[in-house]
């Protein structure tokens, strides 16, 4: 009888928590958008709540959702609503977050695990860039740090609650469907003509742009650049889990559609991507399937049949040597500055401050490195650069070393992820990877999810049910 009421007792504070959750959340929202004078709230009430309560039930809900969801943020380019509707992805994120200290304890991860061996690295940068927010402060330390290292809640709430095994299958599925469906919008585009997107709201040169006389295909996202780089994470993510297992109907079925994905990724014209596809395409041929690297010969068969007015914008040196340009007029900046220019002193915070100051300001006046690597280096200095170059190898070596403790289909997903790592290390030279959203969505999610698999079944979240996966 005391084990009962002692049960009851424990099941039932999560319940309270989750409503009164709810209820503030639901509360918050309405008179947010009430006072925006927007008819619909009570719509947004009607989905708010269950969406509350299914987050404090079950956290992990909330990164599944943000992954499906993230691809599709650009669209809010041309809704035409309020403004503050941008923050849904950092409400998401705080949500989810505070869900898992309200969340039954069968959702949480057990007590005792060993840390990240990549967190001394991660957390040495974090003190460089904040200190160099406390030092610079107002809207520019704000803005550099939220761009910078906001998401890293995501992988907080991650290491809290854990995926479980169905729900790891999941984010695969969710990856693979969305990366088709914003392929297919991407190839749209590009029937359409960049005067109908215009038309729809889309502005020239930040979201429309072109290479030479070609339109770049956007998608769903706010620029080519973020939906070349998602397409490349979802081929590696994707054809990790396919090669393995072949057979599976959806597999199969993401197979047959990986043209789609590279005849959309190549409209983009970011080489970036492609450089990045190639580094992780190799490690799977060298590593474990070896018919990757029979795929090369055929690959550059098929490229040259897509015609000058793709292969040229894609093999110009033209932007590469203006990046060299531009690094090599900036280097100054970072001999003045051994300990940095301060945080967000480019790329797309100081774009977004000088908006801020002067919205007369036209896009693209302000220094892009188009390298991580340099980027951090002008801003942090030498010994934030030190510290990114220690991240990345120990996030890599961490990955890399889940691979060979795992088995079935975690190591197939752990395998996707160590390519995306290499991938996104090969992509930083040539671009500002971990601003570009949802790049630094994905990466941070897909690390935490791996860093956290546990080899055990035994320990699993859901390792007494089946493992009964549809197959498609």
């Known amino acids: ?54 987050l404090v039930q079950r956290p992990q809900r909330g990164v599944l959702l943000l992954l499906a ?47 990240p061996r990549w967190l001394p690295a991660l957390l040495g940068m974090l003190t460089i860039a904040t200190i160099s927010a406390i030092v610079l402060g107002g809207d520019r330390a704000l803005y550099g740090m939220k761009i910078g290292f906001f998401y890293l809640l995501a992988a907080v709430a991650i290491w809290r609650c854990p995926l479980g095994r169905r729900e790891r299958d999941r984010l695969i599925t969710v ?21 109908s997107l215009a038309e729809l709201g889309y502005e020239y040169n930040t979201v429309i742009r072109f290479a030479g006389n070609s339109l770049r295909s956007f998608s769903t996202f706010g620029q080519p650049f973020a939906f070349a780089l998602f397409l490349m ?10 090669l393995d297992d072949p057979q599976r109907t959806r597999n199969a079925m993401f197979m047959l559609a990986t043209p789609v994905l590279v005849l ?13 596809l190639a580094v992780g395409l190799l490690y799977f041929g060298f590593r474990r399937h070896r018919i990757v690297l029979a795929g090369i010969p055929i ?25 060299a340009r531009g690094w090599s007029a900036n280097i100054e900046q970072v001999q003045q500055h ?26 693209g006046d302000t220094y892009q490195p188009d390298n ?46 160590v390519a995306m790592v290499l991938a996104a290390i090969a992509a930083s030279a040539v671009a500002t990877y971990f601003e570009i959203f949802p790049m630094d969505v994905l990466f941070w999610v897909l690390v935490a999810v791996v860093a956290t698999i546990d080899p055990e079944p035994s320990r699993s979240a859901d390792s007494e049910l089946p493992e009964i996966v549809p197959s498609a």
């Open 69 to 115: 969801l993230a691809p599709f943020d650009g669209l809010l380019l041309i809704t035409g609503f309020p403004k503050f509707v941008d923050g849904w992805k950092e409400a998401l994120v705080v949500v989810t977050l505070a869900a898992t200290f309200l969340c039954p304890a069968e959702a949480r991860a057990p007590a005792g695990r060993v840390l």
């Open 175 to 195: 990856l693979m469907a969305v990366g088709f469906v914003t392929a297919i919008v991407g190839l749209a585009q590009q029937a359409v003509g960049h005067p």
């Open 1 to 54: 009888m005391v084990a009962a009421t002692t049960s009851t007792a424990r099941f039932d504070v999560p319940r309270r928590a989750a409503l009164a959750f709810a209820v503030v959340g639901a509360a918050v929202a309405v008179i947010a958008f009430t006072l925006a004078g927007i008819a619909w709230a009570l719509l947004l009430l009607a989905v708010l709540i269950p969406l509350l309560l299914a």
């Open 299 to 323: 690959a550059l068969v098929g490229f040259l049949f897509v015609g000058s007015s793709v292969a040229d914008p894609l093999l110009s040196s033209s932007s590469l040597n203006e990046r």
């Open 338 to 363: 051994p300990f940095g220019a301060g945080i967000g002193a480019t790329g797309a915070v100081a774009e977004t401050i000088q908006q801020l100051d002067d919205a007369s300001v036209p896009h």
């Open 264 to 276: 959309s990724m190549t409209l983009t014209f970011v080489r970036a991507a492609w450089l990045g």
């Open 372 to 417: 991580f690597y340099f980027k951090t280096v002008y801003e942090l200095g030498v010994l934030g650069l030190w510290m990114l170059v220690l991240l990345l190898f120990g996030v890599l070596t961490a990955t890399r070393r889940a691979t060979l403790r795992l088995r079935g289909r975690d190591r197939s997903f752990a395998e996707g992820v």
């Open 233 to 242: 994470v979802v081929l590696l993510v994707g054809l990790a889990a396919a």
